[in-house]
């Protein structure tokens, strides 16, 4: 049996920025992951989910996705990213990062992680290593600690 390039040939196959109702080999992932998660797969949740999940790991803004959506030809409102955002945190697809008080990102990699927020620039990273804790503190009678929160803000420096 002839083995398949891995590499997709330029030009014909639609590109990622036509976004249609065709099923692909991503589109198909995409549904697959929404369906295991319990959430109805909808074409605006596979429009979304699709700039979310298959672009590896990512840390995106409601702002954010709504722009990559208008220019995937996806035209959805703010409103029904951020409800779209809700709903796949609450079904656990991505885990919600409060950087600066007012502004959440969405982080598709859903496992406690430290984050450098870059202030002033909007934009959120994972720290790589580097971290370490001596100790926690005790947490309050009848209560257990959940996770530990780490956002290290950072600005660029004068010159
Ligand atoms: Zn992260």
Redesign the pocket.
């Known amino acids: 049996m002839d083995m398949h390039a891995t590499a997709i040939p330029a030009g014909n196959d639609g590109g990622p920025e036509i976004a249609g109702p065709e099923v692909d080999e991503g589109m198909q992932q995409c549904l697959q992951l929404l369906v295991d998660a319990g959430l109805r797969p909808t074409r605006q949740r596979l429009a979304l989910g699709r700039l979310l999940f298959l672009r590896g790991?990512r840390?995106v803004t409601a702002e954010i996705l709504y722009e990559e959506a208008m220019a995937a030809n996806n035209y959805l409102s703010l409103a029904t990213v951020y409800n779209t955002l809700n709903q796949f945190t609450e079904a656990g697809l991505l885990r919600r990062?409060a950087a600066d008080g007012i502004k959440s990102f969405f982080?598709t990699?859903t496992s406690v992680?430290p984050?450098f927020y870059l202030e002033g620039e909007d934009v959120?990273?994972?720290v790589a290593d580097g971290l370490t804790f001596n100790r926690m503190p005790e947490a309050l009678p009848g209560h257990e600690i959940a996770r530990l929160d780490v956002i290290v803000h950072l600005r660029r420096k004068r010159v």
């Open positions: 790991h840390h990062i982080d990699d992680h984050h959120l990273v994972d």
